[in-house]
Structure formats: structure tokens, C-alpha cells
């Protein structure tokens, strides 16, 4: 068994599309007209074929609540890995991204966390 699609629950689909694409670097892979939404999904472009992260529509009122929860205590939607979490603290920093955690040395790992400017905190990592 494997992680096929994992669901971030955004406030604007275009605006989440442009953003982990232009700014985080994953690819489009899926871009369906579903109505007034849209079946989007994006992948890393190192490993385009595994695990698809959706960018799913918050209009739910159970999301807005669970959404709402997680940013107030600072919990991150979604974790994603990287070679070098201060490097990419610096890039993203130098275009605009805002972080509410700095890099932070956890022992064995390294985190920080971004606004998606969609609703949602993000967790970078990478482990030692």
C-alpha cells in the first residue's frame, strides 16, 4: 500500500495553484473542470508518478472550523521535505514568503513553517 493523494484545503484554487507551483516548484499534474471548482493536483518534479498533493476547494463549513483550528495553534496542513531547510528558508524568504517559524534545529530534523497565503501553515523539513 501506498499514498496515492494527500488533500490541503484551500481558499482560492488559482491562487493555490500559482503558489505551489511558482513559488514551491511541484509541477501541475491534474487541472479538471468540476463545476464552478476544479480537480487540481500538483506533484514534486523529483518524483512525478508518487504521491499527488490535491488542492481541494474550503467552501465545507467543517474546514473553515479545522482550517481556522490548526493556523490559530500553529499546526502545519501539510509536511513537505527538502535537502536543506535553511536554504530553502533563504530562497523563499528572498521572494516574498512569509515564515512563522525560523528554522529550528529539532534534534534530529530541521523545520520551518510558511503561509501558503491560501489558509494554510506549511512545514518544511529535513532530517539530519
Known sequence: MRIHQVSIFV??????????????????????????????TV???????ETELVLEPDR?????AYKAGLAKDGIPAVSFAVDDVQAE?????KIGVLFTQQPLDMGMSVTAVLDDTCGNLVQIVHLK
Open 43 to 49: 506533484v514534486s518534479p523529483e518524483a512525478p508518478g
Open 89 to 93: 528558508y533563504d530562497r523563499l524568504g
Open 11 to 40: 481558499d482560492d484554487q488559482e491562487k493555490a495553484l500559482r503558489f505551489y507551483t511558482d513559488v514551491l516548484g511541484f509541477v501541475k499534474r491534474y487541472d479538471v473542470p468540476m463545476g464552478e471548482d476544479r480537480w487540481i
Open 60 to 64: 465545507h463549513p467543517v474546514v473553515n
